[in-house]
T-cell receptor, first 116, second 112 residues
């Protein structure tokens, strides 16, 4: 149980275009979803926290107009990287809570974004 | 506020040897503590968690960790390393909210 999926698993896009990444909780209702960014050989950096039906809360230094987060339902959150540039290339991971165990996050498999 | 320190960015052991990955935490409230493992190009998989019950926590794949409040530590151990244990390991703390604070990670290498 408590499975989180991400789509796509990898994506290549041209500089200046936008790309959307989906995060779904498959077998539970996610009260809260998180978006992380991970650079090679580094730890996870929390970008934002989202609750269903509410605006996302962004961490300091994260551009909310560049990284648009929508948490439209209890099983789906999306991250849209707008006007992507090569420096946005990274590994993006989502996670979700709400499967019954307090404070335990269930992680998706990640999405590798490459901007050319 | 919460923080996590993982001592040693790289740990190398021989197959069959003891694995010890160190994690110290700081928390102003009783913490929830987690160990996650990450294989290349994959998400994080939960190994084990401490949620204020038993201080010795057993997880998957033969790993265990002991919560020591006096030492503010939550070190991860495994009696006998296997080649498949080679991965990145992250310690994380939650201080009463859903937000996790991660350590910088420890890369475990296992040599035959």
């Amino acid at each position: 149980g408590a499975v989180v999926s991400q789509h796509p698993s990898w994506v290549i896009c041209k500089s200046g275009t936008s790309v959307k990444i989906e995060c779904r909780s498959l077998d539970f209702q996610a009260t809260t979803m998180f978006w992380y960014r991970q650079f090679p050989k580094q730890s996870l950096m929390l970008m934002a926290t989202s609750n269903e039906g509410s605006k996302a809360t962004y961490e300091q230094g994260v551009e909310k107009d560049k990284f648009l987060i929508n948490h439209a339902s209890l099983t789906l959150s999306t991250l849209t990287v707008t006007s992507a540039h090569p420096e946005d290339s990274s590994f993006y991971i989502c996670s979700a809570t709400g499967a019954g165990v307090p404070y335990e996050q269930y992680f998706g498999p990640g999405t590798r974004l490459t901007v050319t | 506020a919460q923080s996590v320190t993982q001592l040693g960015s790289h740990v190398s052991v021989s197959e069959g040897a003891l694995v010890l990955l160190r994690c110290n935490y700081s928390s102003s409230v009783p913490p929830y503590l987690f160990w996650y493992v990450q294989y290349p190009n994959q998400g994080l998989q939960l190994l084990l968690k401490y949620t204020s019950a038993a201080t010795l926590v057993k997880g998957i794949n033969g790993f265990e960790a002991e919560f020591k409040k006096s030492e503010t530590s939550f070190h991860l151990t495994k009696p006998s390393a296997h080649m498949s244990d080679a991965a990145e390991y992250f310690c994380a703390v939650s201080g009463g909210t859903d937000k996790l604070i991660f350590g910088t990670g420890t890369r475990l290498q296992v040599f035959p």
